[in-house]
């Protein structure tokens, strides 16, 4: 007679100790007093126990990542300071009063609770121009970071030892389009090896949580009485006071999760690399009232545009702003990007964009609205004829 649960694995056999054990009745089945809370499965060993060393790959641990990784000095020297082509001296245009005014009736249709009356029968009395500069420095990096893997073992190749791994930046891998994200993991080659699993120690199952191994619980009809009313025998667990588990049928133990009961694992080092485009914007200052946020919507027209491995700031350009931030922020990003990843490509633009403020006037009163943009978009904050919707 066993005084615990069993169950078993490539003809070894385990035991999950059970002093609670009870005799049944006789002729009956063999009982158990309710076991032990908080049974819990073998614990993992130490990570540093468990995953080999790989020249190269130090540091490297399981889940998270081991950081990233340092880029290699870059094999030819930094751009030298080249001036900016020559900037044309011209301005957007005023936009029209037919333009303005279409915008604005548009803006009115799109809200269900604006009167289309101030758009219709409004009268500009005035119209200024604000147009303004937007700098913008993207920077195209390219990051790499290492971390320990596992899967079920299945017999795939082994090639741990065999030769040495190739570097972490050394491994090719085929980069997005400048300036678009995008990320690939691969399996760096020569750091595949087997290892028992740690999470059931080889035993491919684990003893089953909801029963804690005991393949049984307490009969939740007579609550473990054996017996429903007086001398009636529980007839859904015959009497017992206990039944199966139905989580692990009955068994005690569930296939381990993290090797699908192989028992083993592969275990290998994964590279993920990342390509990031990082962008910042400088907008000049304009005092027309419209809130610099409405301009990161829309677009303006290209006065300027530099494409290289590595840009050297803005000169000479008419505005000193735009120069100061364009050799603020080419250095920020400079300094901040080289040191974590590896700068494949940067590209500065100077925009302007179309603002201009409206003055009208509606029942005898004066109001103002924005239209900036290429896309004319409308902001107007005290739109003079709103009203309250309700959905029946």
């Not at 490297?60 to 990233?68: D, E, S």
């Not at 569930?254 to 400088?282: H, M």
């Not at 009232?289 to 409405?294: E, K, T």
């Amino acid at each position: 007679m066993h005084t615990g649960v069993e169950y078993k694995s490539q003809n070894r056999t385990y035991g999950v100790a059970n002093p609670g054990y009870m005799p049944a009745a006789e002729g009956g089945p063999a009982m158990f007093a309710p076991p032990a809370a908080g049974l819990q499965g073998p614990t993992a060993p130490p990570a540093s126990m468990y995953f080999d060393s790989v020249p190269g790959y130090e540091g490297t641990v399981a889940g998270g990542g081991g950081g990233f990784l340092p880029p290699p000095m870059p094999a030819y020297p930094a751009p030298q300071p080249e001036p900016g082509p020559e900037q044309p001296h011209w301005n957007i245009p005023s936009i029209s009063e037919d333009t303005a005014r279409e915008a604005f009736a548009l803006f009115a249709s799109s809200k269900c609770c604006y009167s289309s009356a101030p758009a219709k029968d409004g009268v500009i009395t005035s119209m200024e121009a604000f147009n303004t500069y937007r700098y913008r420095l993207e920077t195209f990096t390219e990051s790499r970071s290492t971390e320990w893997s596992h899967k079920p073992y299945n017999g795939q190749p082994v090639d741990a030892y065999s030769q040495s791994p190739p570097g972490p930046w050394d491994i090719p891998a085929q980069a997005p389009s400048f300036f678009l994200d995008g990320q690939q993991i691969i399996k760096v080659p020569y750091t595949s090896s087997v290892k028992s699993c740690h999470v059931c120690v080889g035993m491919g199952r684990k003893p089953c949580k909801d029963c804690a191994g005991a393949g049984n619980k307490v009969c939740w009809v007579c609550n473990g009485s054996g017996y429903r009313h007086g001398d009636d025998r529980c007839h859904h667990c015959s009497g017992r006071g206990r039944e199966n588990c139905s989580h692990c049928q009955g068994q005690g133990s569930k296939q381990c999760d993290t090797c699908r009961g192989k028992q083993q694992l592969l275990v290998y080092i994964n590279l993920t690399v990342k390509w990031t485009n990082n962008s910042d914007n400088y907008v000049v200052e304009q005092s027309s009232g419209l809130q610099v946020d409405n301009l990161s919507k829309v677009s303006g027209k290209e006065l300027f545009r530099d494409s290289q491995y590595m840009v050297y700031p803005v000169m000479g350009f008419p505005d000193p702003t735009v120069v100061n931030a364009s050799q603020r922020i080419v250095n920020e990003h400079q300094g901040k990007y080289s040191q974590t990843s590896r700068i494949l490509q940067q590209r500065q633009t100077i925009e302007l964009i179309p603002v201009t403020k409206v003055t009208y006037s509606w029942k005898g009163k004066s109001h103002i609205y924005f239209v900036y943009g290429n896309e004319f978009k409308v902001n107007a904050d005290n739109y003079p004829a709103t009203c309250c919707c309700a959905v029946m």
